[in-house]
């Protein structure tokens, strides 16, 4: 008797669509991100939360150096140079280097020595009672920004953990992947069938930490992109390149030429009697030429050039004015407008205000404290979430391992160039994406053979 039995031809798995395959990528790209570099954001995000109510710390704890006290009814400032004087004869040691004129009723004169021996971008401020020459303190003051020693130490650990050169790495790989992941989980969450713009509070488990993760982080996005764009430029990989990039396209700030010829011979930084009396003459000629408090008057650096003053309000509208004055003839011969930057040099100016907290006093300091919070907190649902999905629960992981075989070699080489391309021009994100992916193809041809 004749079977009628035909063999079935082996039925082969269905290849998964390219979006399917791409969404599981991204998928376990941020799952990596999540896992192995979360901890770098939530200690850049705890620093920078730190650091952004620095400014109240220090005015807190310097308060004895930065204010007068109670101001006389009716009394007048002491001329500039005679300020000078007191803090030269307090601190005889180091030769003035720029003065801060006291820009409130009740601030201090600021007087920033070199000194022999402090670290590098470090000078002594002295700081001197405006209305009676009293020295009030002397502190080291670090940077443009004229940090004072809380406000200086809180920052470095923002940037290095108090570790160095070494230690910076740790940032620059939070900025580098800080708006990738964010990115990641925009494009995760418009992949969702339910977009929810907020949390669902009648979710429970894995869902509703699921739901205040995905809300907070796409209300916080333009921001989080805001803080790792900014952060890049201080770095010192990707950072040398946005340098190269914005000297080759012409971006760079403008620079004030404080080249006087040999007017003010006498006027050099040598910090002598001659540049003390004529300082006054120089604060004359800068408000004349429109420049408004608060200022900068810094020493030029060669005999004979001019001496720079230069607007420091940093908060919108912003006066970063400079002029050129020489000190022997009390003339301007030179101007730097912030109204004639190129747009990218103004645009670099108010990033980094921004992402310092200046750019718009108080309201700027609550709007980064905000940011780090939810940076915070989407790292801990994150966690959570890891241990909620567990595979000792029941859970099946929304991924599979090796996912980057699965995309189709048309997607896959574009979307590979471009990662090249990212990566090469921020060479730690490079590096450690090469990592993670490197580890996910050995886990899933690990799990195939199995």
Sequence with gaps: MTSDVRIQPAVEPSRPSTRSALRALLLRLHFY??????????????????????????????????????????????????QLAAARAAHPQGTIGAVRPAAEPEATTRVLLDVPDLPES??????????????????????????????????????????????RLYSELAASWLWVVALGGVVLWLSHRRRALKPDLKARGLRRTLSW??????????????????????????????????????????????????????????????????????????????????????????????????????EWPQRNDQVAVDAASGQVVGELRFDDFPLVA?????????????????ANQILLMALALGLIFMIVWGYRMWWQRRPTRGFAAPYERGGLRAVPLPVLLPVGAATVAVGVFVPLLGVSLLAFLAVDAVLGRVRASR
Excluded: C
């Design 33 to 82: 991100a999540g896992i192995l570099v979360a901890p770098f954001l939530l200690v850049a995000a705890t620093t920078g939360l730190l650091y952004a109510a620095s400014f109240q710390i220090e005015k807190a704890v310097h308060s004895h150096e930065l204010t007068v006290g109670a101001v006389p009814p009716g009394q007048e400032r002491l001329p500039l140079s005679r």
């Design 122 to 167: 470090t000078r002594l401020a002295v700081f001197v009672d405006p209305y009676t020459g009293e020295v009030r303190g002397a502190l080291e003051s670090y940077g443009s920004s004229g940090a004072l020693p809380v406000r200086a130490w809180i920052s470095t650990l923002h940037r290095h953990l108090q570790l160095g050169e070494a230690g």
């Design 213 to 314: 993760h995905g809300s907070v982080g796409l209300w916080t996005t333009i921001g989080l992109l805001f803080l790792s764009a900014t952060g890049l430029t201080w770095s010192a990989y990707a950072g040398g390149n946005i340098d190269k990039i914005q000297t080759a396209l012409g971006w760079t700030t403008p620079a004030l030429s404080a080249s006087a010829g040999d007017h003010s011979s006498h006027a050099g930084h040598s910090g002598g009697a001659p540049a003390e009396a004529d300082v006054d003459r120089i604060t004359r000629a800068a408000a004349g030429a429109g420049l408004s408090g608060p200022l900068e008057i810094a020493w030029p650096a060669e005999p004979g050039a001019a001496f720079t003053v230069k607007e420091m309000d940093r």
């Design 346 to 362: 103004k645009l670099i100016r108010w990033g980094i205000d921004g992402h310092m907290g200046v750019l718009f006093g108080l």
